[in-house]
């Protein structure tokens, strides 16, 4: 089980980090997803088509990027809340409210073999008008190369807490 390590970030804000346990990415992942979601396109179908029309290291299957987020957020799932109880009991927040967006951005494809871990941080992105705080998770996905496969930042909403 993972745990959460309290930091000091390089602006000085507090973050909250913890590291997944690693998991190996398998084609039969990849083919469910594809199929479950209907991303039936070309280069995640028709491997005689991406062997034959995707470049360099592309050329073989490769886990479409919604699939390595979905995998990022299941590694940390059962670790996340300890994770943002910690900020939330530093800050003193009041309910979770919900995620409220997601940014990403990919680095390097991950193949079928490739085993992957997240390493994640939390911290307080501001307080709206409201008095509600929005917190940010960002998870880095990375390879048994310890090379960054995908970077990708959920936004959580808190509620105002009713005690203060």
Not at 63 to 68: D, F, R, W
Request: proline share 5%; glycine share 10%.
């Amino acid at each position: 089980m993972a745990h959460v390590r309290i930091e000091s970030g390089e602006d000085g804000q507090t973050v909250y980090r913890l590291t997944s346990h690693r998991r190996t990415l398998t084609e039969t992942d990849i083919v469910n997803f594809v199929n479950l979601v209907g991303l039936h396109e070309p280069p995640f179908i028709d491997m005689d088509w991406v062997e034959k029309r995707m470049p360099g290291i592309h050329n073989k299957r490769f886990a479409p990027a919604p699939l390595l987020i979905s995998l990022g957020m299941g590694l940390v799932a059962t670790s996340a809340t300890e994770v943002t109880d910690a900020i939330s009991e530093a800050e003193g927040l009041g309910p979770f409210h919900g995620m409220v967006g997601i940014t990403a951005r990919v680095a390097s494809p991950a193949f079928p073999g490739d085993t992957l871990s997240v390493e994640l941080e939390g911290s307080v992105d501001r307080r709206t008008s409201k008095g509600q705080t929005l917190v940010d998770l960002e998870h880095v996905l990375k390879n048994q190369r310890d090379e960054i496969v995908v970077v990708f930042t959920e936004k959580l909403l808190f509620d105002p807490s009713s005690g203060g």
